[in-house]
């Protein structure tokens, strides 16, 4: 998928994440975790500009999903603790989760092409495909992005009571 497809794809598997923290009254934490998820939803693509990393390798893998966002709530819990001097274990575990959510939304999308993914290297050479379209296909990416806009439309509507 292009960048596009995968903004919709981060967005539509975050909207119900959005939902229940909206009707938590946690509004601006559910506008935090969609700017997060929206923020490394092309990480994963970062392989096209590293020299020798395959594209679709490592960085679309399980292990990538797991340990990017450790690192990424590493940093948050470090950057509380000198701005907060108290870090909220919560906080850092949401940072953690929405930055899986948003990786492991790349690898699907990217799951949907005939070149798919290989989830579970290195310790596996099983390869993944939906084999649904092209990464290149402009309706997929336009269709896929537009998903994700509606569902999050949808998700606002139903925190704010307008559906």
Same mark, same amino acid.
């Given at each position: ?14 909207? /119900? ?26 990480? $994963?693509?970062?392989?096209? #500009?590293? $020299?020798? +990393? ?6 679309? %893998?399980?292990?990538?999903?797991? =340990? ?13 603790? +000198?701005?907060?001097?108290? /870090?909220?274990?919560?906080? +850092?575990?949401? +940072?953690?989760?929405? %930055? ?13 092409? /005939?070149?798919?993914?290989? /989830? ?12 649904? %379209? %092209? ?11 537009? =998903? ?6 949808? #998700? ?8």
């Amino acid at each position: 998928m292009y960048q596009l497809g995968h903004y919709g794809v981060a967005l539509l598997l975050y909207a /119900p994440v959005a939902i229940w923290l909206g009707l938590a009254g946690e509004e601006f934490v559910a506008l935090l975790g969609a700017v997060i998820c929206l923020s490394f939803s092309t990480l $994963p693509d970062c392989d096209h #500009s590293l $020299p020798f +990393v395959a594209h679709r390798g490592i960085t679309h %893998t399980i292990g990538f999903v797991l =340990l990017v966002p450790a690192v990424v709530a590493g940093a948050a819990y470090a950057t509380l603790e +000198v701005t907060m001097g108290s /870090p909220d274990p919560t906080v +850092v575990g949401f +940072v953690y989760g929405v %930055t899986a959510l948003s990786l492991g939304s790349h690898l699907l999308a990217d799951a949907l092409t /005939p070149m798919g993914i290989t /989830p579970f290297w290195p310790l596996s050479s099983y390869h993944f495909s939906l084999r649904v %379209t %092209t990464a290149k296909n402009p309706i997929a990416n336009y269709g896929l992005f537009a =998903l994700g806009v509606a569902a999050s439309v949808l #998700s606002i509507g139903v925190v704010t009571g307008g559906l």
